[in-house]
């Protein structure tokens, strides 16, 4: 089974920076997927990782330790927009579901 | 390319009766999976179908089935509903493209379930 987890919420001012973190505990790893859900929409795809270290979007970067089992999504430079709920999410070996965290809502506040 | 499409968006049933809700994938994704969203459990994985075969499937009872036709599109159907059966109710397309390092999943707008 998976166990994933990540804070419930987290608030930041606009401009600032904000630190997401996933813990993972699974059966097995091919990759961890980071999913952003504005209230009353579908989740819509930011990040993939399956080696360690940082991948970087623009002014979004997640990174990934497998041997620790943690992920986290780093959001610069925040915006009013970035006011949403970010999933985390597993893909076990040869799966193709992905088993998501509970998620946490971020606040941007002016 | 058109996105995934959850029909209807909003649905509203007593306890007993049954719902069918359907999802067509985006044009060339051959795989389908449907998820619960719910505040308390976050999404839930429900099962997912590759070429007509369903090839996963979550924790949930008998009464949440599911097919997909030809073409990928997709039902999931749920019998004898309970008021816990209220959600959202999120289906996902992918591509599935072996030359991709990752192939992401494409979230419709969803179909939100109401049981009274």
């Known amino acids: 089974g998976q166990n994933i987890d990540q804070p419930t919420e987290m608030t930041a001012t606009e401009g600032a920076i904000v630190q997401i973190n996933c813990t993972y505990q699974t059966s097995g790893f091919n990759g961890l997927f980071w999913y952003q859900q504005h209230a009353g929409e579908a989740p819509t795809f930011l990040s993939y990782?399956?080696?360690?270290g940082l991948e970087e979007k623009g002014r979004f970067s997640s990174f990934l330790s497998r041997s620790k089992g943690y992920s986290y999504l780093l959001l610069k430079e925040l915006q009013m927009k970035d006011s949403a709920s970010y999933l985390c999410?597993?893909?076990?070996?040869?799966?193709?579901?992905?088993?998501f965290g509970a998620g946490t809502t971020v606040t941007v506040r002016a | 390319k058109a996105g995934v499409t959850q029909t209807p968006r909003y649905l509203i049933k007593t306890r007993g009766q049954q719902v069918t809700l359907s999802c067509s994938p985006i044009?060339?994704?051959?795989?389908v999976s449907w998820y619960q969203q719910t505040p308390g459990q976050g999404l839930q994985f429900l099962f997912e179908y590759f070429s007509e075969t369903q090839r996963n499937k979550g924790n949930f009872p008998g009464r949440f089935s599911g097919r997909q036709f030809s073409n990928s599109r997709s039902e999931m159907n749920v019998s004898t509903l309970e008021l816990g059966d209220s959600a959202l109710y999120l289906c996902a397309s992918q591509a599935l493209d072996r030359d991709r390092i990752y192939n992401e999943q494409f979230f419709g707008p969803g179909t939100r379930l109401t049981v009274l």
């Open positions: 999410a597993v893909r076990p070996y040869n799966d193709y579901k992905l088993s």
């Open positions: 044009s060339g994704h051959r795989s």
């Open positions: 990782n399956v080696l360690d």
